[in-house]
């Protein structure tokens, strides 16, 4: 029977004979190390879209609307990055809506803009729908 080595710091594993790791600390490392992002450009740009989309959140949680209207910058002093978003949004030739996933904003002039949450219903090929079932008495 030969040694397996650890995936994470190469030593002999004892144990099972499917094991792959020689302790917790060596599987943690080896999975934060494969699911890390190799390009710290993709790493700061998808902080960036979660930073901008924490404080659209911030910002609507609050309301019941979910609508605001919101000196630009008093986003920009929050830490918020204009030329960053997921998605570009528009009905109609003048409105143009710019999304960080559900929370979007649109221009209204120069110096505010209209924050919104996205009421449009999105599905996702992963997503699983909900199914509401009514029971009728």
């Known amino acids: 029977m030969t ?3 650890c995936l ?3 030593r002999p594993i004892k144990g099972r004979t499917d094991k792959k790791f020689c302790d917790d600390s060596c599987r943690n ?3 934060n190390r494969m699911n890390s992002y190799s390009s710290p450009l993709v790493r700061n740009i998808n902080n960036i879209l979660r930073r901008n989309r924490r404080i659209l959140e911030d910002l609507l949680e609050p309301l ?3 609508v605001l209207v919101i000196e630009r910058h ?3 002093q929050r830490g ?3 030329d960053y978003m997921t998605e570009h949004y528009h009905p109609d030739k003048k409105e143009h809506y710019y999304y ?3 929370y ?3 221009s209204i002039d120069q110096e505010k803009v209209l924050v919104v949450k996205d009421t449009r219903k999105k599905h996702f090929v992963r997503e699983k729908k909900q199914v509401v079932v009514r029971r009728i008495q």
Do not use: I, S
Request: aromatic fraction near 20%.
């Open 29 to 31: 490392n080896y999975n």
């Open 74 to 76: 008093k986003l920009v």
């Open 8 to 10: 994470a710091c190469d």
């Open 3 to 5: 040694a397996k080595n």
């Open 80 to 82: 918020f990055h204009f």
């Open 100 to 102: 960080c996933y559900e």
């Open 64 to 66: 019941e609307k979910k």
């Open 104 to 106: 979007g904003y649109r």
